[in-house]
């Protein structure tokens, strides 16, 4: 049988109506042991009526028959065959024969649709002993049916508050009325509600028959609509917004509202709810605009929403809201609306209250904006005042600055003696430094304003580093403070940045450097730069640059303001090593342009390490020539970092390189190639060697005083070796190789006396402009000159009114090939341009009378007038400012040269605007 029909009183009867089984239900029913009814005649256990047989329930077995058992009670039997010569037999009681006959198939239809509806089927006795759990029943409640389950047991399982309320299930039950029960139970963590049904059938008061079904989701659904009705309800209480309904009846228009409506309105709860005694209440100015209103929403069914004032029976006028929706019947008449009152009244007070703070505001506002823009004013005049003063300032140093370095620049061009030609190097480098010392005060202005430009070339760092310590091996020494450098060979021969900016980073790290490591009682000073190349990936490479010192450290506080212009540690610090405070501002804005880092690591009393990484794109490989088959290296201990460094530098440029011992070395070889690293000149080995040299050497000191040096080894090259970088070392063996065929030639004195008036000269009619221009021989440039072949056609107009200024650009460009006409100002050099044809104008910016600006406006409009090619104008002038080269370029000038002025200005510029006749 079906787990249905297990629950049912049930009796299987023989072909000749023997009882052969019988189920508990049967047996309780009929409150009889299967004893008493296995084996017995149906006919014997049961009287019928109407003198109905057994043969009579075979042969109607649609029917309901209705019998006696033992006489005591009557009962339905429902007979159907289940299979052959046997037959089933429901009983039920009489007064609860609702049951319909059951065949095996629908039997199984309702079994199936029971456990589809998820419904539970449960019957107990009165004694909570003899119960019946169906298998629906136990997957409801998440057992299995094999385990079996007691009354005790199911109740067990139920949440403790809910198992009293179960426990009295049964007994405060109604006759003829159905129990129902709702409780909890945790299932796996979860909990979990159900619904209890029970009903005992009337005349048969032993087992109570009752369903089971899980209302989790319906509690959860009315807790969450519960929690949003309330929470609905905090929110137009804290909104305060109330709900309004009007409803047409009888032909008139009623007005119901809710507690927070009558919050707001303060209506007479007893007053005519016609909405006319809403409308009275009605600010006088705004009753007409609602009334309006709400007549029109009621007409077209539109949303109806009008903002008023409401005056309440307490005399306090409100401001409001009123917003509602129209409904409309079958015949589209309206009939109703629906709809909430905002209270805005504070809003309204906030709104006042903020239009009244709005109007003080813009009051104070424009006579704040009047102020700030006197002070705008003010300050772009003073700030205009200083970009005067800073251009003019500029262009006055610049000026005497211009003789001194093209002096310097043409002494470079006779042949000197190696330390003749030192001092002029090293004073050519110097009065470079001392410009761009100026330039710093230039660039702070020009980094604050946002207007410093990078101006990139490829050039040679590793002699931009030696020019560098050019400056500052001398100085260090002075200091008593050890100053070396350490170059990697993996350096490039070029790089592309800006140069000038990398010299002042560079200029400005080592001067601070030596200045705070300065040699004292406790220690020797001591400054040591690093220099390195990293691959970033395969475009971008890093320079890398760590200058080192063992000087008096910087604080955890002064390091996050040091990067500030004019910051210094202290006073103290000012007073004792000077300086500006300008040079760690200008390089970490440097750098910052360049989009590089510049890292610090110092400690109080032991040291700085500053770290400049700067990223470059373009970079040319270094391709060294061997100049030298071997090379000796003479030295006390090669095992020296400097040595080391020498050793690598040195291998570079020749097929093997030789150390050797002092000791170890008989006398020196005038066909070999030596370098000399002498440690002790103290030494009579070392100094008697050192007056055997000839011109094949190369003396590096390690310490000591190199006066004495070079006063021994007039005409021998000589150097610091703990300053020496790829460049100078490949400089000193180029020297070597050309000792003896040098041929530069030689100026004459009066190329520097700068008090006589100059003889024009004018380039050879023959040559094109590139080989007039420059020859080159070694380190120096040659420029050839074209004194026995001068004209008195002078193709170069110079407009300068500084005497010192005209004598030297003349001679650079005597030195360059070219003749010129000097005027002394821009008055001059009109009428010379008007009489005399040139090819070229160079010009000075500033003169008296007229300056070169103006100069140039009178050109171009005569030129334009007369439909003249316009000839080149090159500004020659001291400014540097930002703008400066814009500024001339937008007078009409060609081109713009800053001073001081080289020959190699001069000849990249002319270069570009000349053409010989």
């Given at each position: 049988m079906s787990s249905l029909l297990d629950a049912l009183p049930l009796l299987e009867v023989t072909e000749n109506g023997e009882v052969c089984a019988a189920n508990s239900p049967a047996c309780e029913l009929l409150n009889v042991t299967i004893d008493e009814l296995l084996g017995k005649p149906l006919a014997s256990?049961?009287?019928?009526?109407?003198?109905?047989?057994?043969?009579?329930?075979?042969?109607?077995?649609?029917?309901?028959?209705t019998a006696y058992f033992k006489n005591r009670f009557p009962y339905t039997l429902h007979c159907y065959k289940t299979k052959p010569n046997h037959y089933d037999i429901l009983i039920t009681c009489n007064q609860t024969c609702a049951i319909t006959p059951l065949t095996p198939n629908s039997s199984y239809i309702l079994d199936t649709a029971i456990s589809c509806a998820k419904i539970g089927i449960w019957r107990v006795d009165n004694s909570l002993n003899n119960v019946y759990f169906s298998d629906s029943f136990y997957q409801l409640i998440k057992k299995s049916p094999a385990q079996g389950l007691s009354w005790d047991q199911f109740v067990s399982l139920i949440h403790p508050e809910d198992q009293i309320t179960l426990k009295s299930f049964f007994t405060n039950s109604i006759a003829d009325v159905p129990l129902s029960l709702e409780f909890r139970m945790t299932i796996n963590g979860h909990l979990h509600w159900y619904?209890?049904?029970?009903?005992?059938?009337?005349?048969?008061?032993?087992?109570?028959?009752?369903?089971?079904q899980e209302c989790s989701q319906e509690k959860q659904m009315t807790k969450a609509l519960s929690e949003a009705n309330e929470n609905r309800r905090i929110a137009l209480e804290a909104g305060k917004i109330g709900n309004w309904s009007s409803v047409k009846r009888n032909g008139h228009w009623e007005w119901e509202w809710d507690?927070?409506?009558?919050?707001?309105?303060?209506?007479?709860?007893?007053?005519?709810?016609?909405?006319?005694?809403?409308l009275k209440n009605i600010h006088p100015q705004d009753t007409s605009n609602v009334f309006k209103a709400f007549r029109h929403a009621l007409d077209t069914g539109n949303e109806f929403e009008q903002e008023c004032r409401y005056i309440q029976?307490?005399?306090?006028?409100?401001?409001?809201?009123?917003?509602?929706?129209?409904?409309?019947?079958?015949?589209?008449?309206?009939?109703?609306?629906?709809?909430?009152?905002?209270?805005?009244?504070?809003?309204?007070?906030?709104?006042?209250?903020?239009?009244?703070?709005?109007?003080?505001?813009?009051?104070?506002?424009?006579?704040?904006?009047?102020?700030?823009?006197?002070?705008?004013e003010h300050a772009e005049t003073a700030n205009k005042s200083k970009s005067d003063f800073l251009s003019m300032m500029s262009h006055e140093l610049r000026t005497p600055m211009n003789v001194i370095i093209g002096a310097l620049d043409l002494l470079t061009l006779q042949q000197n003696s190696f330390e003749e030609q030192e001092l002029l190097d090293t004073a050519s480098i110097s009065a470079n430094n001392l410009v761009s010392i100026l330039n710093d005060i230039l660039d702070i202005t020009k980094i604050e304003a946002g207007k410093l430009e990078l101006d990139c070339i490829n050039f040679d760092f590793s002699e931009l580093l030696?020019?560098?310590?050019?400056?500052?091996?001398?100085?260090?020494?002075?200091?008593?403070?050890?100053?070396?450098?350490?170059?990697?060979?993996?350096?490039?021969?070029?790089?592309?940045?800006?140069?000038?900016?990398?010299?002042?980073?560079?200029?400005?790290?080592?001067s601070n450097a030596i200045k705070f490591s300065g040699n004292d009682k406790t220690h020797a000073g001591t400054v040591d730069i690093s220099v390195s190349w990293e691959p970033e990936n395969e475009i971008i490479h890093t320079l890398v640059i760590s200058v080192k010192d063992n000087g008096i450290g910087i604080d955890k506080d002064t390091q996050k303001k040091l990067f500030s212009p004019f910051t210094q540690g202290d006073k103290t610090t000012t007073r004792r090593f000077g300086g500006t405070g300008l040079g760690l501002a200008i390089c970490g804005r440097l750098i910052d342009l360049m989009g590089g880092q510049l890292n610090l690591h110092s400690e109080l009393n032991i040291g700085s390490t500053f770290t400049v990484r700067i990223p470059t794109w373009q970079f040319e490989?270094?391709?060294?020539d061997t100049l030298f088959s071997a090379i000796t290296l003479i030295c006390s201990n090669s095992t020296v970092p400097n040595i080391q460094q020498l050793i690598k530098i040195v291998d570079m440029f020749c097929n093997e390189v030789h150390v050797i011992d002092w000791d170890a070395l008989p006398q020196l070889d005038k066909l070999s190639t030596y370098i000399l690293a002498v440690d002790n000149m103290q030494s009579s080995l070392q100094y008697n060697m050192l007056k055997t040299i000839d011109h094949n050497a190369v003396v590096l000191v390690e310490k000591g005083d190199i006066t004495q040096l070079k006063q021994?080894?007039?005409?021998?090259?000589?150097?610091?070796?703990?300053?020496?970088?790829?460049?100078?070392?490949?400089?000193?063996?180029?020297?070597?190789?050309?000792?003896?065929?040098?041929?530069?030639?030689?100026l004459s004195a009066t190329d520097f006396d700068l008090n006589l008036v100059c003889e024009p000269h004018l380039p050879n009619q023959g040559l094109d402009i590139n080989s007039q221009l420059t020859q080159v021989c070694d380190d120096s440039l040659l420029y050839a000159t074209t004194d026995s072949n001068t004209q008195d056609n002078p193709t170069i107009l110079l407009v300068e009114d500084n005497p010192f200024n005209q004598n030297l650009m003349t001679k650079q460009l005597n030195k360059l090939g070219y003749q010129c006409d000097i005027a002394e100002n821009g008055v001059l050099g009109l009428k010379q341009w008007?009489?005399?044809?040139?090819?070229?104008?160079?010009?000075?910016?500033?003169?008296?009378?007229?300056?070169?600006?103006?100069?140039?406006?009178?050109?171009?409009?005569?030129?334009?007038?007369?439909?003249?090619?316009?000839?080149?104008?090159?500004?020659?002038?001291?400014?540097?400012?930002?703008?400066?080269?814009?500024?001339?370029?937008?007078?009409g000038m060609s081109d713009f040269i800053s001073k001081p002025i080289t020959l190699d200005k001069f000849k990249n510029v002319i270069g570009r605007w000349y053409e010989g006749a």
């Open positions: 256990l049961f009287a019928f009526t109407q003198h109905v047989s057994y043969q009579c329930i075979k042969m109607n077995e649609s029917k309901n028959i619904q209890l049904l029970a009903n005992q059938p009337n005349n048969y008061k032993k087992y109570w028959y009752g369903t089971l507690k927070q409506a009558n919050a707001i309105f303060q209506m007479d709860l007893t007053e005519d709810s016609k909405i006319t005694s809403w029976p307490s005399n306090n006028v409100i401001h409001v809201l009123v917003k509602g929706l129209v409904s409309k019947n079958e015949q589209r008449e309206s009939i109703r609306m629906d709809g909430v009152v905002i209270d805005q009244t504070a809003a309204y007070k906030t709104k006042a209250q903020l239009q009244e703070i709005n109007l003080n505001l813009e009051e104070k506002v424009r006579d704040r904006t009047t102020e700030l823009n006197k002070a705008l030696y020019n560098i310590l050019v400056v500052f091996g001398p100085i260090a020494h002075s200091k008593g403070v050890n100053l070396s450098v350490y170059e990697s060979s993996t350096l490039p021969l070029t790089i592309h940045n800006d140069d000038n900016r990398i010299r002042q980073i560079l200029f400005n790290l080592i490989p270094r391709k060294v021994l080894i007039k005409d021998t090259p000589t150097g610091f070796l703990s300053t020496q970088t790829l460049f100078s070392i490949q400089k000193l063996l180029r020297r070597l190789v050309h000792t003896h065929n040098d041929s530069t030639p030689h008007q009489n005399k044809a040139y090819t070229l104008i160079l010009t000075d910016c500033h003169m008296p009378e007229m300056d070169g600006y103006e100069m140039t406006r009178q050109i171009r409009e005569i030129e334009s007038n007369l439909d003249k090619p316009h000839i080149p104008i090159i500004a020659v002038t001291g400014a540097a400012m930002k703008g400066d080269r814009d500024y001339c370029l937008s007078k």
